[in-house]
């Protein structure tokens, strides 16, 4: 196997440290650079490397660039890396949507470069086929990673009772905040409290999570989406609450999300009797669901994730095996 030599822009972040960390680790993977305007000249962490900063960093000795950049700022980087014939896997919301239009909508904003909006979205479990050749994808951020996956079985069945809204309840570590310091993730407004923020139909993932799931189902209803700040640094949860159609029971869907992910490696569904928690899924590469019938025709599913790895960097590096046709979990199992 060649080796796949790598560029990290955005590097500091902490998606970007988690980049890092895994790239470094990765036995076909030579990282060769990781850009910081912040840290430039500083060590990158646990390499022989120092930041650059994004203007100085080469594209003629890459293969693949990981863009863990603000939006509007990223797809400016993907659309150099395509014309240099290089590999992007960005992990930013600038190649997610559908449209420019729903772009503008939902970051105030207009598109650099609409014509990328075309990348497959990069969720392997569903988009498998799509990512193995794509020259670049839009790895999904860790709210719609951790909701679709606790879908995707139902979804896929065709099996949600259409039109009745979906509601997801979710809580996300601090990082999931960026490192950028602010006024709700400073320690004295964390420690000790729970935040909902972003409540009814602002925030951002929405119009992402509903185009994604409408694609596998176009009847479901509206998503009700109420993400909370925990007082802890990493892990996700997006706690689903479903209405069932009549073609199926709460006491079979168990078995539904079991036959859909056994040969899944990344996911994993515990049994019946087990709740998922944060400490199933931090640290780790996985999403981790559980399912718990409630009436014959509702269910709870619990979906966890660790919003840096499996809801970004270890995400992205899964999509950027596929896209060089190398075995899938290398460097994350």
Do not use: W
């Not at 100085?56 to 000795?61: G, I, Y």
């Not at 400016?76 to 772009?103: F, H, M, P, T, W």
């Amino acid at each position: 196997m060649a080796v796949i030599r790598a560029g990290i822009f955005g590097g500091s972040g902490y998606a970007g440290l988690d980049l890092v960390e895994l790239l470094s680790g990765h036995p076909g993977v030579e990282l060769v650079f990781a850009t910081s305007s912040a840290y430039e000249g500083q060590p990158v962490p646990g390499t022989s490397l120092r930041f650059v900063a994004p203007d100085k960093a080469s594209l003629a000795n890459v293969d693949v660039i990981f863009l863990a950049l603000p939006h509007t700022a990223s797809a400016r980087v993907a659309k150099r890396g395509l014309d240099a014939g290089i590999k992007v896997v960005d992990l930013s919301a600038d190649l997610r949507l559908d449209s420019a239009e729903a772009y503008s909508a939902d970051y105030d904003s207009a598109h650099p470069h609409p014509e990328l909006l075309a990348a497959p979205y990069g969720l392997p479990e569903i988009n498998r086929a799509e990512i193995a050749h794509a020259d670049a994808v839009a790895t999904p951020g860790c709210y719609p990673t951790t909701t679709l996956l606790g879908l995707f079985p139902l979804l896929r069945q065709r099996v949600i009772k259409p039109d009745v809204p979906i509601v997801v309840d979710a809580k996300s570590g601090v990082t999931g905040a960026g490192r950028k310091p602010s006024i709700t993730t400073h320690f004295a407004e964390v420690y000790g409290n729970l935040l909902p923020y972003k409540v009814g139909r602002s925030h951002r993932h929405i119009g992402e999570m509903e185009q994604e799931l409408r694609k596998i189902d176009d009847r479901v209803g509206p998503v009700i989406f109420c993400p909370h700040l925990l007082p802890v640094d990493r892990g996700l949860m997006s706690s689903i609450y479903l209405t069932l159609d009549d073609n199926v029971s709460s006491d079979q869907v168990h078995d539904v999300y079991s036959e859909v992910y056994d040969n899944e490696p990344l996911v994993d569904v515990l049994p019946l009797s087990e709740q998922a928690s944060l400490k199933h899924a931090v640290k780790t590469n996985k999403c981790v669901i559980s399912v718990t019938p409630i009436l014959e025709r509702y269910v709870h599913v619990t979906s966890v994730t660790d919003n840096l790895r499996k809801g970004a960097s270890s995400q992205a590096l899964q999509n950027m095996n596929l896209m060089f046709g190398i075995e899938e979990t290398l460097g994350l199992i």
